[in-house]
Structures are given as structure tokens and as C-alpha cells.
Nanobody, 129 residues
Framework: EVQLQASGGGSVQAGGSLTLSCAVS????????IGWFRQAPGKEREGVSC??????????FYKDSLKGRFIISVDDAKSTVTLQMNNLKPEDTAVYYC????????????????????RGQGTQVTVSS
């Protein structure tokens, strides 16, 4: 059974940084789409970023407003997906979830991460002004 375990949330002041990690188990690393989405109180879920692999090909996508501040990466050896979040803003406050799917094409500019087949529990990120 595929499992994703998110960690690394916390509270920071605006301008600070946090790194979220998602430990992935029982998931093939030859073809996948893995990403992060978030949900703030009273708001819709929104895709944050995704990373894909299909054989030797891969791709990454970010929500436009987060480009340059967030960086997604994969550590194959540790089966971990990391989201480095820099220069955080109060509007980044939300519960962040990691999610995965075996179809690499699902990682696209549409950021349909909330629709992926598997997801982990959320981790709270709070940014104060």
C-alpha cells in the first residue's frame, strides 16, 4: 500500500523559511507524479508544486505566484520529496499535503495535485506578519 508521510510544518515570521518533507513508501520511482497542495481556512485546495518522472525524463511545475520562492526536489535514495519554502508570506499560511500518483502526465502546469490517487496527512504552516 502506498503511503506518504508529510512533516516539517511549523510557525515562522514573514520572510522566514521552512522545509517540508514527504516520505514515500511502496511507490515505484520509475514513473510518478508527486506534489504538494495546500488548503487555507475557508479556501479551496490549490496545487503548489509537482515533480514527475517517466524513465529518464522529468519535469517540475509551480504555482505562478510561488516561482522563485518554493523549490521541489526528490531524494531517490531516501524516497523523500522535499519542498523548500523561502521568503514566506502570511498568505502562505495553510495546511500542506503531499500527494502522489503513478501517472507522470498528471504533473503539469494545471497542478492537479489534489486529484492524485494517494495523499498523506497534512502539516500546518503558519506565517505571521
Amino acid at each position: 500500500e502506498v503511503q506518504l508521510q508529510a512533516s516539517g510544518g511549523g510557525s515562522v515570521q514573514a520572510g522566514g523559511s521552512l522545509t517540508l518533507s514527504c516520505a514515500v513508501s511502496e511507490f515505484t520511482l520509475d514513473e510518478y507524479a508527486i506534489g504538494w497542495f495546500r488548503q487555507a481556512p475557508g479556501k479551496e485546495r490549490e496545487g503548489v508544486s509537482c515533480i514527475s518522472r517517466s524513465g529518464s525524463f522529468g519535469n517540475t511545475f509551480y504555482k505562478d505566484s510561488l516561482k522563485g520562492r518554493f523549490i521541489i526536489s526528490v531524494d531517490d535514495a531516501k524516497s523523500t520529496v522535499t519542498l523548500q519554502m523561502n521568503n514566506l508570506k502570511p498568505e502562505d499560511t495553510a495546511v500542506y499535503y503531499c500527494a502522489g500518483d503513478g501517472e507522470s502526465w498528471l504533473c503539469s502546469s494545471e497542478l492537479r495535485v489534489p486529484e492524485y490517487d494517494y495523499r498523506g496527512q497534512g502539516t500546518q504552516v503558519t506565517v505571521s506578519s
